[in-house]
């Protein structure tokens, strides 16, 4: 998935091996999470306050799966996160965000599965 950005900075991009999770963990990389972005020539800084979350549309209640800090050159956060056991089965929205500077981030429409179930 990828998300717009403004004028020539760099859109985030997110990669998701598959949108139907279990209760375990989820593997999530995501590149360009940026402070701000400086298309007129300034550098890009990595974010300092960056949240991944999944909120499950049956409760609207976003549940915090890590504070990552973005790392190399593309201000990459990738890694295994956690999923609840206690998550509600059916659709979700994950979310990676950025929260300083101009903000950046992008959010992925997922399924939450009962365990085993696909």
Excluded: K, N, Y
């Excluded at 598959?18 to 300034?42: F, K, Q, Y």
């Excluded at 050159?73 to 994950?94: H, W």
């Amino acid at each position: 998935m990828q998300s717009g950005a403004a004028a020539s900075c760099a859109g985030t991009s997110t990669d998701l091996g598959d949108s139907d999770l279990h209760p375990g963990t989820v593997d999530l990389h995501v590149d360009w999470l940026s402070r701000d972005c400086e298309d007129g020539g300034g550098a890009f800084r990595a974010s300092d306050d960056v949240t991944v979350t999944i909120t499950p549309e049956s409760t609207g209640d976003p549940v915090l799966l890590g504070r990552p800090t973005p790392q190399g050159e593309q201000f990459t956060v990738a890694g295994r996160f956690d999923l609840p056991d206690a998550l509600p089965v059916g659709d979700a929205v994950l979310d990676v965000s950025s929260h300083d500077g101009d903000g950046s981030g992008a959010s992925l429409p997922v399924t939450i599965s009962a365990d085993g179930a696909r």
